[in-house]
Structure formats: structure tokens, C-alpha cells
């Protein structure tokens, strides 16, 4: 029995992911990621079948409980976007190693254009790097798809799998036909083979021979997956690789001769995957003579690609994120064979693919009829009115320009809007966590004062260890972490040290008279101003704790009680 | 058959509503929909557009390409403007007429101008229109209404119904609300 619903990627990502069975998802917030485990956390399905699906503190730690989980015997799944890799990073290249026991599935959401972040990172190359499996879906449907067979894979092969999609994927709605059964979470006696799970020298080094020898398998199941296909002009598409993609139907129209070969008519090819493969169909390349072929699963098998280019004058790669397919097509193909893309200029080299670029490099430019008018501004996004952290600067601003050496090291949340008029408060907004340990560096090399600004979420997600350093190394700065009790950029998921902040400094040993809390409100604006200044001219780690709930999710409750009243 | 549309406005403004309407709208009449929602840092006061693509046959980019939308729905003047070069040349502007002031270079007179000179437009005062009826939250729906002649692929009644059904939840006196918000917005668009 099936049903249809209409789905975000990230959405299918969890229908699927649910109806694989899963026990657990562990996730930090982050966009776009985050509403895979919103909608688990939502569903029915998940209190039926007792999923886990509660925050993580960060990445890293939600990467390890999963691991946790598949060694226990139950199917897992960790989300993250594609920054948080870098923070998964140990746990993740690790588990390759490892492998697992109950199938686990990393997902990872790429934002190319960033839309939302501070890199343009592509995840693929850290499924490449832990020699595992990674698979990249096309649609939704392929998407939920995906899911059922990612778990499949990761437990017949006993190693992690890497499922990497864009934004556009993960936050695009469309119909997707799911399962209407009702699945049992997936069951397997907890491992025991200490032999694969304790990486000592010994273990990790029969590990990673094992590991590095089953690569060209790998790479067969790359073509052999139900998601690869290759399609040619006036034949349906093949999917599985059955059925050799013939090398020499010449196609009129769109042929050119193939290098070193002269006389014999080939046709161009394309090989795309993602949602590269969407813009290349919107574009009607079969009907132009084109050969297509659709990657979906990593390592890249280099045989089929191969093949494929033998049959083909020329190959553009359609690759949504870095040119990670484009290179090792370059490497498979050899020579002076040509392989367009993001290298070549055929496609821009950065950001976000799109209908009309792809459309431009298979030869089909549109020129739109209407151009933006002149004297249209930009509108950049803003804190919402009335929020906490609109006071927090305003203090800061205000106290700060007595100090013209001083610098603000920020974090990553809606505070990083500090940055923007009317506030232009910040200097600094690198990655979670960098405000307090580049405070620590930078009064460590004697600049002063150095003000650290971290929202509460992004403290317990890495500030916490950061502090630790100051506090040991008796560092001059002053801390301020905004507490508004909410991960609020990305929609309001719960925040890890809610309600434990005062305890957590006190802990990591800053000392009691310099943990001040006080409420970022206009009317406490001369209290605020002077705390601030006590604690920049106090020679120390100093914690400044302004705490006021988000508007946005104050809101949101009085919404619910209002329906509830 | 297809159509593609751009809901645009600032955000806060209720255009992924509208998109909810239309999609329950479309998925309920069997056709194939995409629709690209913007999330995150976007969302705070800034700029926000939605793609949203109808068609009877398989829709392939989530995206709407250059040129070929045939309706730009917008709740803001000059975020309707904004993705102007996503118009097909017979495409329609139906946007508010009512700026949204919260920068401080706002171009009123280019925009009135510009829309001015827009063949296929159909401008409303959202601000004005949904205030003398005392709906302030449902200016979306109200916006709808006034393209409800323009969008074609979906009839007037299916959009009622879908109304009814995204908004059954919130309660009764919520769903005749949106719905007369909806006949208001239809006198607009003839
Ligand atoms: S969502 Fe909350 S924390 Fe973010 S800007 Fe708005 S009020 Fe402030």
C-alpha cells in the first residue's frame, strides 16, 4: 500500500529513514538540514516506535551515539549540514574503519551559493576520504527511495553510508509516493568483535587494508545501483547497467568526431548527478542528441565512465557543489580527451547550479525578456524587532566606544547579524565556537579588551572546551553568551544548556563574582553598561550572561497555549 | 499544461501559506508540483521568493528558469520587481501595492514607475484592503484571491478547497475568514 505526500527532500529523506526501520536520529540543528529531524520528532511514527530523536549537543557527539546504536545492533541516522562534518569529522572517517553493525546513514545537506553558511564545503569529498559509500539523490522520490536502500547498503557491506544533498534538494517540495505500512525498527544482537571496534595500531592498520581492498567493489555497486542510468536518444533509459550503452549510434545534429579517431561521428555526453541531473533533463538534452549518463552513487565507477566516454566526443559534467566528479572524470578519461565543466568555464566555477547555466552550456541560452529595474535595493535579513540580542549590542556599542583597541569576536546564530547596520558590532564570526577561543588568542598576544559574543546553543555546541583554555590560562577576556533558551536560527529546536549556563562556568572554574547574568532589556540599560565595563577592566575570564527568551519562540508558545486555552 | 509561479515578499509576510495552498490544490488534482521554499537566515526581515512549478506533464528542475514564469505573486511591490527577468513576455505582476518600509533606501517612486509601466499587472493595496475588513493575517489569502483568475491550471473552487483544508485546523471562524478573504482578493483580480 501506498500513499502520497507532498515532501521536502529533507522530509522524504525522513519518511524514508522511518520506514527503514531506524531507532535513533541524531542531529544538531543546522540549515538545511535541520528538518529531517524536525519532522521525525513530529511524526507519529516516531513515538509508536520509540525513535530517539531528541538534539545533540553537536555533530560530533550525535555521530558517536549513532555509532553507538549500530554497534548495538539498531539502524541509525545522523544529519547534519555540511559544515558540521568538519566537526563529525573524527567520529565519521573513524566509523569507516570501524564499519558497523545495525546500518548507519549520514546525512549531509549542502549549501552551494551559501545561502545559509560560511563555506561552500561539498561532503562528497568526505565520503571519498573514508573510502565509504555516498550516495546523492535526484529528487524526492529518490530521495525517500534512497533511504531504504542506504540501510540495506551500509549492513551488506558493514561500513557507514554518506547520503549528501544540496538546499535546492532539501528544502524543494514535491508529491512523493511512500509506504503506508507501518515498519518494526530494525533488530540485531549488539556486536562483539573487539577485533573491529578497538582501533588500536594493530586492529586499525588489518582495518584499513581490508577497507582500501574493497574499493573496486565499491565502485562496481556504483553501477550496478537501481539510482545509475544511462540514456541515450530514442532508446528508454537503462538503468542497472544491463544492457551495454552502445558506443557508436551516431546521432545527427549533435555530433562531433572523436579525437584520434578520425572520421568516425560521435555524440557529446553528459554525465550528471544531483540535481544537476534535473536541470540537464529540464533541458531536453536527449531530444538533442545528448548521452546521458546519471550518477548516483560514489565512489565513481570508473569502468562504466570509461565506457561511456569511449562512445561520446566530448563529456560536460553537471555537478551540483565543487567539480569533485569533474576532476576524477578528468582522471578516468586521460589525456587530452575533453571534459567540460566548472573547470573548463563551461559552468560557473562556484555556487548553486541552475536551470538557465546548465541550459547555457548544452547550447541553449535564454536572455529573459524582463531585466530588474534600476534603483531596486537589496533587503538584507535583520534581528526581529524586540529580539534580546538587539540589546546585547547596543550595550556593547555603547560601552565599547570608549575603548577604540577593543575587538568583538562573534559566533554563529541570528547574532552574526550584528555585523549589518544598524549595529556593525562584530569583527569576527569564523566557526562554532572561534569567538571565544580567538578572543583567548588574541588577549593572549595583549589585545584588550577582547570581547567574545556566543549564543547559547553555539556555546555548549564547542564554546565550552574553549573557556576551559581561557580560564587555565587566566585569559583577559570577557565572555558574553546571549541566552535567548533556543537554537533560534535555525526555527527554535531546544538548546542543549539551557538553564545550566551559570553552573557550567562556574564549573569550568571562572570565577563567581564574574558570572553576571542580566536582562537584555532597554530599561536595565544602565545596569547592563556597567557590569560590562567592571568585567572588561577586571584582568580575567569574565562571563556576561544576558537572558531573554526569543521573540520568535515566545511567540510560538503563546500561539499554542492560545489554541490550547 | 504548465505554469510556473514566484511567490516573493519579505519575510514574515505569509507567502509559504499561499504555496501550501496551492500545493494542497494541485497534489489534490493530480498534478505534478515543485516548490522551493527559502529557509534560514533569509527568513529575518529580508527578501524571501518561492518557486513553484504546476504542469500536467513530469517537472524535472525545482527551479523556475529565466524567463518563464507566467506569474509573479508578490505581498511586497519591490520584491515583485525583483525577479522580474524570471517573467515569460506574456507573464502577469500581481503583487501589493503597499511598500514595506524597513530599510531605509526604499525607491518608492521607482517601483510605482516601474510597475506602472508593466503591461500585465494587477496591483492591490494589501495593507489598506485587509485592514478596512479586519483580517490583517489573511492579506495572503486576499492576494490569492486576486490571482485566482490568472492562475488557470487550477480553478477558483479548487482553491477554496484547499483553503478549507489547510486552514480546518486553526477552527472554523479561521477557514470563513480566509475564504471571504479570498472573494474579497477575487473582486481585485477581475
Ligand atoms: S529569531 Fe529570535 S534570536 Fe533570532 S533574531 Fe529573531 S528574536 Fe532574535
Redesign the pocket.
Known amino acids: 500500500m501506498t500513499q502520497v505526500k507532498l515532501l521536502l527532500g529533507d522530509e522524504a529523506i525522513a519518511e524514508g529513514a522511518m520506514h527503514a526501520g531506524i531507532k535513533g536520529v541524531y542531529a544538531y540543528p543546522g540549515t538545511p538540514s535541520t528538518e529531517i529531524t524536525e519532522y521525525i520528532r513530529h511524526s507519529a511514527m516516531s513515538r509508536e516506535n520509540g525513535i530517539h530523536c531528541t538534539w545533540s549537543s553537536n555533530e560530533k557527539t550525535a555521530m558517536e551515539a549513532a555509532l553507538g546504536m549500530s554497534y548495538a545492533g539498531c539502524r541509525s541516522m545522523v544529519c547534519m549540514k555540511h559544515v558540521g562534518m568538519n566537526v563529525a569529522a573524527d567520529a565519521f572517517v573513524n566509523a569507516g574503519m570501524t564499519g558497523v553493525n545495525g546500518g548507519l546513514v549520514v546525512v549531509a545537506a549542502d549549501d552551494p551559493s551559501m545561502h545559509s553558511s560560511q563555506n561552500e564545503q561539498d561532503s562528497r569529498f568526505y565520503g571519498k576520504f573514508a573510502m565509504i559509500p555516498t550516495l546523492e539523490p535526484s529528487t524526492q522520490q529518490e530521495a525517500y527511495e534512497m533511504m531504504a536502500y542506504a540501510f540495506e547498503l551500509s549492513e551488506k557491506e558493514k561500513l557507514p553510508v554518506l547520503l549528501r544533498i544540496t538546499t535546492r534538494l532539501a528544502h524543494s517540495r514535491a508529491a512523493v509516493r511512500i509506504s503506508a505500512d507501518k515498519p518494526d525498527t530494525v533488530r540485531k544482537p549488539a556486536d562483539r568483535d573487539r577485533s573491529a571496534w578497538v582501533l588500536l595500531p594493530a586492529n586499525a592498520k588489518r582495518k584499513n587494508l581490508a577497507l582500501t581492498a574493497k574499493q573496486p567493489h565499491l565502485e562496481q555497486l556504483s553501477a550496478s545501483s537501481p539510482f545509475f542510468r544511462i540514456s541515450v536518444p530514442d532508446y528508454p533509459a537503462v538503468s542497472g547497467n544491463q544492457g551495454a550503452h552502445s558506443g557508436n549510434d551516431s546521432v545527427s545534429g549533435n555530433a562531433g568526431a572523436l579525437p584520434g579517431n578520425a572520421g568516425a561521428v560521435f555524440p557529446k555526453g553528459i554525465i550528471a548527478c544531483g540535481t544537476g541531473y534535473n536541470y540537464v533533463m529540464e533541458n531536453h538534452v536527449l531530444e538533442a542528441g545528448y548521452h546521458l549518463m546519471k550518477i548516483s552513487q560514489y565512489p565513481v565507477p570508473a569502468e562504466a565512465v570509461r565506457k561511456f566516454a569511449t562512445g561520446c566526443s566530448q563529456i560536460l559534467v553537471v555537478e551540483d557543489g565543487q567539480p569533485f566528479l569533474e576532476e576524477q572524470v578528468r582522471s578516468i578519461v586521460g589525456g587530452d580527451y575533453p571534459v567540460k565543466g566548472r573547470l573548463t568555464g563551461d559552468l560557473p566555477r562556484t555556487g548553486e547550479l541552475n536551470p538557465d547555466c546548465v541550459g547555457e552550456a548544452v547550447g541553449k541560452k535564454t536572455v529573459p525578456v524582463y531585466a530588474v529595474p534600476e534603483g531596486i535595493v537589496p533587503r538584507p535579513p535583520a ?2 524587532q ?5 540589546d546585547v549590542y547596543i550595550a556593547l556599542n555603547q560601552v565599547l566606544a570608549d575603548y577604540p583597541e577593543s575587538r568583538v569576536f562573534a559566533d554563529i ?3 552574526t ?1 550584528g555585523a549589518l547596520p544598524p549595529f556593525c558590532a562584530i569583527d569576527t564570526c569564523v566557526d562554532m565556537g572561534a569567538s571565544i577561543t580567538m578572543a583567548k588568542g588574541a588577549a593572549d598576544a595583549g589585545l584588550h579588551p577582547a570581547v567574545a559574543v556566543i549564543g547559547d546553543s553555539t556555546f555548549t555546541h564547542s564554546g565550552m572546551t574553549g573557556l576551559l583554555d581561557a580560564v587555565n590560562d587566566r585569559s583577559n577576556i570577557t565572555v558574553v553568551i546571549s541566552d ?1 533558551l ?1 537554537t ?2 535555525t526555527g ?1 529546536q531546544d538548546s542543549a544548556g539551557t538553564n545550566k549556563f551559570e553552573a557550567i562556568c562556574l564549573a569550568l572554574g571562572v570565577e563567581k563574582e564574574h558570572v553576571r547574568v542580566v536582562v537584555p532589556l532597554q530599561k536595565n540599560m544602565e545596569e547592563i553598561t556597567r557590569i560590562i565595563r567592571e568585567e572588561l577592566e577586571y584582568d580575567g575570564v569574565s562571563v556576561i550572561i544576558p537572558r531573554r527568551e ?4 515566545l511567540a510560538r508558545k503563546k500561539r499554542t497555549a492560545g489554541r490550547q486555552a | 499544461m504548465k505554469k510556473d509561479i514566484i511567490l516573493s515578499g519579505v519575510g514574515g509576510q505569509g507567502i509559504l501559506s499561499i504555496a501550501t495552498i496551492i500545493g494542497d490544490a494541485a497534489v489534490r488534482a493530480g498534478l505534478n508540483l515543485k516548490q522551493a521554499e527559502v529557509h534560514g537566515m533569509s527568513q ?1 526581515g529580508g527578501e524571501v521568493e518561492s518557486g513553484l512549478r504546476l504542469s500536467d506533464a513530469e517537472i524535472h528542475s525545482d527551479m523556475v528558469p529565466l524567463g518563464s514564469a507566467d506569474i509573479i505573486l508578490s505581498m511586497e511591490p519591490m520584491e515583485a520587481l525583483r525577479y522580474l527577468p524570471f517573467l515569460h513576455k506574456d507573464g502577469y505582476v500581481i503583487t501589493s501595492s503597499s511598500p514595506f518600509l524597513n530599510i531605509d533606501n526604499y525607491p518608492e517612486e521607482k517601483v510605482k514607475s516601474a510597475l506602472a509601466a508593466m503591461e500585465h499587472v494587477i496591483t492591490l493595496d494589501l495593507d489598506r484592503i485587509s485592514q478596512e475588513n479586519s483580517m490583517p493575517k489573511s492579506a495572503n489569502v486576499i492576494l490569492l484571491g486576486a490571482a485566482a483568475g490568472v492562475i488557470g491550471i487550477l480553478t477558483p473552487d479548487q482553491l477554496r478547497e484547499s483553503i478549507r483544508n489547510v486552514f480546518a485546523s486553526k477552527g472554523e471562524r479561521i477557514v470563513e475568514m480566509n475564504l471571504r478573504a479570498f472573494e474579497i482578493g477575487q473582486e481585485y483580480g477581475r
Open positions: 534581528l526581529c524586540g529580539c534580546g540580542h538587539r546564530g541570528c547574532y547579524l535567548n533556543t533560534a536560527m527554535g526569543c521573540m520568535q519562540t | 529575518r
